[in-house]
């Protein structure tokens, strides 16, 4: 369970990165006149770095700290790597339709950066609801992971266990 929670933490810091750098995005659509319109770009820098950096990052803390927490059973590895790709091919699949497939469907309706149609914008969102649904099922398998594999200690062995 270390190295996958290293994974995790890996991959968050490479996410940090990744948000901050889509962040230029909106400053170059903001800074070229494009105030008028949102900025396509704004929603992958944040989902980027609050899915990608804090989410992973999170992830794995806990997963670093779930054996300490079990009741016996061990946290089961095969769900926790199943989180791991199932969230990595989420985000950058978020920053890749962000990205490249807003550009693709600008190249070919034309002027869709800054006036999308209404069904280009709606199969562009489409795919993004894919990906985010994706980091969702990632998300169930970590709740599957951290509920199967910990529970509460009963209270009086908490109080005696206790140090003083």
Partial sequence: MDNLALQFIRWSAGFLVLGLLTGYGPLGHYLMGGVKVACPWAPVHGHVALLGWL???IFGLVYKALPSWGN???PSLRMARAHFYACV???I???ANGILGY???DFFFDGFYYEPEKAALNLWLSVDGVFL???GVGCGLFLAVVLRSTSYRPRAAAVHGAHP
Wanted: proline share 6%.
């Fill in 89 to 91: 091919v989420a985000v």
């Fill in 133 to 135: 649904s994706l980091y």
């Fill in 103 to 105: 550009r693709l469907l």
């Fill in 72 to 74: 016996g059973a061990p």
């Fill in 55 to 57: 989410g992973m990052a």
């Fill in 93 to 95: 699949g978020v920053l």
